[in-house]
């Protein structure tokens, strides 16, 4: 008999609530500081650069299931659900015994998973008045999603993408464009913050620092204009659960429930998404479940960072936040895995971590393609550079079952396609990629 391989839920099964952890969780994340006051922020705070629910969402301790609102769902009915897949020819090449499954967030429009949060983000903005939205972005996929959600509820949109990344990938800034915003590499002239650097530094290649600091000038001097981010904060982590919450329903209809879940991971949406409602079991009701991050070896925020308060950004702009950090001024070597070179771990994850709820692996770049090629040709998917840390977690973790001989479930997440990352694959393939070093 042929064995099912992709599982998918009917629009009826589909969620209409995310899962917000943060409900119950025993100890709860602390509080996000005013930097000058050192006082606990407050939801009006958020609001002044946030939308006042994403605000609301971010602070929330109480409730544990928020309801999606009926016009996100409506976009979320796009592409949702996505497929969950069971690898049976990365199994076969691996000779594991483990069953391995990955959800697969790169079947939408954009290609990875940070529509999910860009949907409802704009939606919010739009319920609320605002015109405008603005943010920063490295690579590009949060552009591209807050793009094309931007769009989807008629709001302009205003992307500070970093000039360096916008040379070095130049797709991503045409799809941000033909979804209608307006992209500026950073440092630019259309902001003070930009003038001042290019005055001190014409050549300046730009980075994510200048990019935040054009974003949230934009967003507090122009009417109706809000700041938006696409990992790293709670409420992010949040639009996100939709992915765990399908993949839970999934694994049931494949008659499994994972041992292991594995994410990639940045700031922490991704890893989130998938695992907290999974997480909720294991707290509630004791289930023994490993949950994984997988982070870059010359980025090791988890692994090798400090829990203390810091700043989300480089220039020093935002709160304190309380998490697992390399300190705001760290500066990532420059890996392919642009989604994966940030410095800190979102609050949440950060206190899971703290609490031994979950563990997280650092993987070198070149194992990180290595397994991106061998899941390439095997499942037939071209994964995201940072994905394929993903994978590469998973592959560690299926090769010790063979040892073992444990039938393992292993349960990743796909967080995004690598079709616009092909210079990437084409300095691993030329023998170009490096391995470069964390100095701490
Ligand atoms: C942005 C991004 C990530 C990292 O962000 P998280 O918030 O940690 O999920 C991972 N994978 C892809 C494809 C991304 O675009």
Not at 246 to 269: L, R, V
Not at 286 to 311: R, V, W
Not at 315 to 336: C, R, S, V
């Amino acid at each position: 008999m042929s064995k099912q391989k992709r599982f998918l839920l009917d629009e009826s099964e589909l969620p209409r609530q995310w899962y917000n952890i943060q409900a119950d969780m025993i100890n709860k994340p602390l509080p996000l500081l005013n930097p000058a006051t050192k006082e606990p922020l407050t939801a009006d705070d958020l609001a002044h650069i946030f939308a006042a629910e994403c605000a609301k969402q971010e602070l929330d301790q109480e409730h544990a299931w928020i309801d999606i609102p009926e016009e996100v769902f409506d976009r979320y009915k796009y592409y949702r659900s996505t497929p969950l897949v069971r690898a049976y020819a990365l199994e076969k090449a691996l000779g594991t015994p483990a069953h391995i499954y990955f959800k697969n967030e790169s079947v939408n429009p954009l290609g990875s998973h940070k529509i999910n949060s860009a949907l409802p983000q704009c939606y919010y903005c739009k319920q609320e008045g605002t015109t405008n939205v603005t943010t920063e972005t490295g690579a590009g996929q949060w552009g591209a999603a807050l793009s094309y959600a931007a769009k989807a509820f008629g709001l302009e949109c205003a992307v500070y993408q970093v000039k360096i990344s916008m040379q070095q990938k130049p797709y991503r800034s045409s799809i941000m464009r033909t979804f209608g915003a307006t992209v500026e590499g950073s440092p630019s002239m259309s902001t003070r913050a930009g003038k001042d650097i290019i005055t001190r530094d014409p050549l300046h290649p730009g980075s994510l620092g200048t990019a935040i600091s054009e974003a949230v000038e934009l967003a507090t001097t122009t009417p109706n204009c809000k700041y938006t981010l696409g990992s790293v904060m709670s409420h992010v982590s949040l639009h996100q659960t939709v992915i765990g919450l399908e993949a839970e329903k999934q694994m049931e209809k494949a008659g499994e429930y994972p041992d292991t879940i594995i994410a990639c991971f940045g700031g922490g949406s991704n890893f989130g998404g998938l695992a907290f409602p999974f997480m909720r079991h294991t707290i509630l009701e004791g289930k023994k479940t490993e949950y994984i991050a997988a982070e870059p070896s010359s980025c090791p925020k988890l692994t090798k960072g400090k829990f203390e308060y810091d700043f989300g950004d480089e220039a020093g702009y935002t709160p304190l936040l309380p998490m697992y950090t390399l300190g705001h001024e760290f500066k990532p070597a420059n890996i392919h895995a642009g989604g994966l070179r940030y410095h800190g771990a979102g609050t949440i994850v950060s206190q899971l971590l703290k609490d031994g709820y979950m563990r997280a692996v650092d993987i070198p770049q070149t194992e990180s393609f290595a397994a991106g090629l061998l899941f390439a040709q095997t499942e037939s998917i071209i994964p995201a550079p940072e994905s394929c840390h993903a994978i590469a977690a998973t592959i560690r973790e299926a090769k010790k079952c063979i040892e073992t001989g444990e039938e393992k479930v292993i349960l990743f997440n796909l967080s995004g396609h690598g079709l616009i990352d092909m210079t990437a694959y084409d300095s691993y393939l030329n023998g170009d990629l490096t391995d470069p070093e964390f100095k701490g």
